[in-house]
């Protein structure tokens, strides 16, 4: 047995690596192998000394066996994309050696077992894409050695615990998005001591829930976060300039909320910005040049559906990693700035402002030349406000012939 494909036995010295007399199989790997049908008891019952398992991206069905508690050594289970329902068994808090445990896109139902607290030796979660409820048990806040979370694609309900944002000491991924979480988003928890290091939170997914309130200011305290998602909630309040101190950001998605007030200068330090995602709040107040002038590497600025006003920044023409540029459905005015160096710039969206004017022959290039592929300006009706030869959508003219 200990030949066969995906099967790995604890070696002997009498043997190789792979064959143990006594048959001990530690580690069996049937992932991607069109296996069907519910899992076998006798998995639980008879391979106990188990460290991996590896069932995923197979057609199995059926439920999660309570005898999963008897594999005390497991140290990795993978069962994911599958057809397995029903529940997560509390008995599953009885493999305290757990180190990485996988269950996504299953047909999981019911609450996430307080008895996984138990396994404090976790390191990586994975429970997402089911149809779990309820809220996340507070016993997951002795899960010191957790580096990632994937909750994200399930109904989870109540509010966001606060030991998530920075009381976990090793977690660097926190995935939350499309449940139904409720209430504001908690501050960032108080070092016990001065001297601890600041959170680790490097990806934070709270997306797509029902949060309110304001975006917490402490979140300058998560001084490694690269990435964070809030888009698609209910959040109010003014951006906070705080989050200028979270220097190492790629990746900035406040869209879909109520947010108000002006984009902070205090941003100018945001120099690693790639994605900035502003669109459909109340924002208000100019596109300021300098935080725009630091940010080199951006690549998609969406700020469209907002009450933005003011010249089109010159800079915008400075910055040629540019892929996408939405400005719609603002207040800006004056003529669109020379964008010829934009080579790779894919859509710009510039309609339902007072932008006026001629585009550059530059600019029209990036249409015949390169990449552009989607331009849509005021360039339609009798006295179009925006001369364009080469935009691709013309909205007020299709407004026109639609009446």
Known sequence: ICLWHGVRCWPNGEH??????NNRVISLNL?????????????????????????????????????????????????????????IPPEIGDMVQLKDLYLEDLALNGPLPTSLGQCTKLRHLGLYQNYINETIPD????????????????????????????????????????????GIIPDVPDKVDPQDPPPSLEFLYLDHNDLTGDIPVT??????????????????????????????????????????????????TMTNMQELFLHSNDLEGT?????????????????GDNSLYGPVPE???????LEQVWLQDNVFHGPLP????????????IYDNGITGKVSAGTCD??????????????????????????????????????
């Open 139 to 182: 016993t997951f806040s002795g899960l010191v050695h957790l580096e990632s979370l994937y909750l994200d694609l399930n109904d989870l309900t109540g509010e966001i615990p606060d030991y998530l944002l920075g009381g976990l000491p090793a977690l660097t991924d926190l995935r939350l998005s499309e449940n139904r979480f409720t």
């Open 287 to 303: 596109l300021p040049e300098a935080v725009l002038g630091a940010m080199t590497d951006l690549r998609l600025l969406k700020v």
């Open 219 to 268: 979140f300058q305290d998560l001084v490694h976060l690269k990435e964070l998602h809030l888009y698609k909630n209910g959040l109010t309040g003014e951006l906070p300039p705080e989050l200028g101190d979270l220097t190492d950001l790629t990746h900035l998605f406040l869209d879909h909320n109520v947010l108000t007030g002006d984009i902070p200068d205090d941003w100018s």
């Open 366 to 403: 990036l249409v015949q030349y390169y990449a552009l592929v989607e331009f849509s300006a005021d360039c339609g009706g009798s006295a179009p406000e925006v001369e364009c030869e080469c935009c691709t959508a013309c909205p007020q003219l299709e407004a026109e012939v639609a009446v």
């Open 31 to 87: 992932a991607a192998n069109h296996v069907r049908g519910p899992i076998p008891e006798e998995v639980w019952t008879i391979l106990t000394e188990l460290r991996h398992l590896d069932l995923s991206e197979n057609s199995l069905t059926g439920e999660i066996s309570w005898r999963v508690g008897s594999m005390i050594h497991m140290e990795d289970l993978r069962l994911g994309t599958n057809m397995i329902g029903g529940t």
């Open 16 to 21: 190789d690596d792979r064959y143990d007399g």
């Open 338 to 349: 020379d964008l010829t160096d934009l080579h790779k710039l894919q859509s710009l969206m």
């Open 315 to 321: 800079v915008l023409s400075s910055l040629v990693e």
